[in-house]
C-alpha cells in the first residue's frame, strides 16, 4: 500500500486553484469561462 501523497491545506489550495488565482491570468480567465460555459456549480476550488 502506497502512502498517502495528498496532504491537504487549505490555503495551498486557494492559492493555486482559486478563483482570484485563477481571474489574474488569461488563461485562468479562460477556464473559468469555459467552466460556467459547461455549467459548473464550482467554478474554482
Known sequence: ??????????????????FRRRNKTADGRKVLKRRRL???????A
Open 1 to 18: 500500500m502506497p502512502k498517502c501523497t495528498y496532504q491537504p491545506s487549505k490555503v495551498k489550495r486557494q492559492r493555486s486553484l482559486g
Open 38 to 44: 459547461k455549467g459548473r456549480r464550482r467554478l474554482a
